[in-house]
């Protein structure tokens, strides 16, 4: 399982290429995201922030990013061009965020690598983990990183014997184009494959295949009201 099946690194983040080798899994990627922020010898930001916003720590927000009237950065980041931060987002250190993406109202990420016009804009949570170019989170998605038991996430393969990343914590793997639905979560070690979907209101693990959908179906009956 390669981190080329999944997703390319976008021209925008060549620059951290020699820490994202396309042949690693991609779970590797997530180990690397605290080393390539520490690669960056640019100076950090010294643009305007909002009296209600807080910035600490080594921050890099390209100049077309306006800031919101509230939210936190914790550094090391780096936010790219184009990103939209909406007001109460959390950043809390070793966040990269791609060209062109939202980071959503009332969001908290952290440790976690967003491709390129990744659209995350509504209440999520992500932690450890790594979205493709062009995935899609709905409104109060969860991507859980760590075990209720606490041992380090294995990776469910079908048919095949789990592989133990020796992480504590991991969250997600979305493919370019994933998709996930309002309110779901998705537990430590999921990985979509690119343009997978996972449907509103799941609780999913494992791996999805690319181009294929998850969806959980519920039965409702109805009754006359009376009163």
């Known amino acids: 399982m390669k981190s080329d099946e999944f997703f390319a690194l976008p021209p925008s983040l060549a620059r951290f290429s020699a820490f994202f080798p396309s042949d690693l899994p991609p779970w590797e990627w997530v180990k690397r995201i605290a080393d390539a922020l520490g690669s960056i010898t640019d100076p950090v930001f010294a643009g305007t922030v909002p009296p209600g916003f807080g910035v600490t720590g080594p921050v890099w927000i390209d100049p077309s990013v306006a800031l919101p009237s509230y939210g936190t950065i914790i550094g090391p980041a ?21 060209a062109g993406s939202h980071v959503g109202h009332d969001s908290e990420v952290k440790n976690s690598l967003l491709l390129e016009k990744v659209q995350a804009p509504h209440r999520p949570y992500i932690g450890d983990s790594v979205l493709g170019n062009g995935a899609h ?3 109060g998605v969860v991507l859980s990183n760590l075990r209720l038991d606490q041992r380090n996430v294995t990776i469910r393969v079908p048919g095949a014997t789990s592989i133990d990343t020796g992480m504590r914590k ?9 998709e996930i639905g309002c309110n779901t979560v998705l537990n430590p070690g999921t990985i979509l494959g690119p343009r997978a979907v996972v449907g509103p209101g799941a609780v999913f693990g494992g791996v999805l295949p690319a181009d294929t959908f998850a969806v959980v179906r519920l039965n409702f009956t109805t009754s006359v009201r009376v009163e």
């Open 137 to 139: 989170l709905g409104a």
């Open 170 to 178: 991991l969250g997600a793997i979305l493919g370019d184009g994933a």
């Open 78 to 98: 780096w936010i790219g061009a184009g990103v939209k931060l909406l007001p109460g987002c959390y950043l809390r250190g070793n966040v990269i965020v791609g």
